[in-house]
C-alpha cells in the first residue's frame, strides 16, 4: 500500500508559468488537504476537500485551484506562479471523521519560483 | 486570532528525557496532535489528546491541559534518530488543524 504519492518531487518553474501538482491516496479517505510549508511558520491549509466533488478554501488559498474529481486525487493547480508560491508542498488525507480523524501526510514537493 | 506557541529548538543527550511544550489559543478545541518530522521528509502522526491528562506511547507521552490551554510532548530515553522537528496542532471549532511552527529538537552524543 502507497498510501499518498506526490508528483513531481521537486520542480523548478518560471514566474508566470502554469503548473500541476498530483496528489493521489490509495486509502480510500474521505477528507484530502494542501499544506506549504515555509521555514520559521507552521504548516498553512491552502485548500482542502471533504469528500468527492467539494472543495472548501484555507487559509492561504489566493493563487492556487483545487479540483477533486474522485476520491483518490486531488490536483493543486498554480494558474501563474509567482515567487511568493517558492515552498514545500505537503498533500494530506484523513478518513473525514471530524472528531478524530488524523492526517496522514504525502512525502511532498519542493517548489522554487524564480 | 488564533495561536500556537512552541520553542524554536532545544538540545538534549542521548538517553536523557525531554519535554517540548506547547500552549494554544484557538477558537475552540476539538483536539490536539503531535506530528514528527524529520529533515525532509513529510510529517508523521505521533498522538492525540482530547481529554485532560496524560497519553503514554512507548518512550513518548502526551500531555493536555485544556484549561491552561498546554500541551506537552516528553520523550524518554532519547536516540539520535529522535533528532527532528516536532509539530503541535490544534483542531480549531471548524475542525481545521492550526499548526504550530515547529520545535527542532537536536540531540548529541
Known amino acids: 500500500i502507497a498510501g499518498i504519492t506526490q508528483a513531481p518531487t521537486s520542480q523548478i518553474l518560471a514566474a508566470g508559468r502554469r503548473m500541476t501538482l498530483r496528489c493521489t491516496q490509495d486509502?480510500?479517505?474521505?477528507?484530502m488537504y494542501w499544506y506549504r510549508q515555509d521555514l520559521g511558520l507552521g504548516l498553512r491549509l491552502i485548500h482542502y476537500?471533504?469528500?468527492?466533488?467539494?472543495?472548501g478554501k484555507g487559509e492561504v488559498p489566493d493563487g492556487y485551484s483545487v479540483s477533486r474529481a474522485n476520491t483518490d486525487d486531488f490536483p493543486l493547480t498554480l494558474a501563474s506562479a509567482v515567487p511568493s508560491q517558492t515552498s514545500v508542498y505537503f498533500c494530506?488525507?484523513?478518513?473525514?471523521?471530524?472528531?478524530?480523524?488524523?492526517?496522514?501526510f504525502g512525502p511532498g514537493t519542493r517548489l522554487t519560483v524564480l | 486570532g488564533q495561536n500556537i506557541d512552541q520553542p524554536t529548538e532545544m538540545t538534549a543527550t542521548e538517553g536523557a528525557i525531554v519535554q517540548i511544550n506547547c500552549t494554544y489559543q484557538?477558537?475552540?478545541?476539538?483536539?490536539l496532535f503531535w506530528y514528527q518530522q524529520h529533515a525532509g521528509e513529510a510529517p508523521t502522526f505521533l498522538s492525540y489528546?482530547?481529554l485532560d491528562g496524560l497519553e503514554e506511547k512507548g518512550r513518548f507521552s502526551s500531555f493536555l491541559s485544556r484549561s491552561k490551554g498546554y500541551s506537552y510532548l516528553l520523550l524518554k530515553e532519547l536516540q539520535m534518530k529522535d533528532s527532528a522537528s516536532y509539530l503541535c496542532?490544534?483542531?480549531?471549532?471548524?475542525?481545521?488543524?492550526?499548526w504550530g511552527a515547529g520545535t527542532k529538537l537536536i540531540i548529541k552524543p
Open positions: 476537500s471533504n469528500t468527492a466533488g467539494t472543495t
Open positions: 486509502m480510500r479517505h474521505n477528507a
Open positions: 484557538t477558537s475552540g478545541f476539538n483536539g
Open positions: 494530506a488525507s484523513s478518513d473525514g471523521n471530524r472528531e478524530t480523524d488524523t492526517q496522514y
Open positions: 496542532a490544534v483542531k480549531d471549532s471548524n475542525y481545521q488543524l492550526i
Open positions: 489528546n482530547v
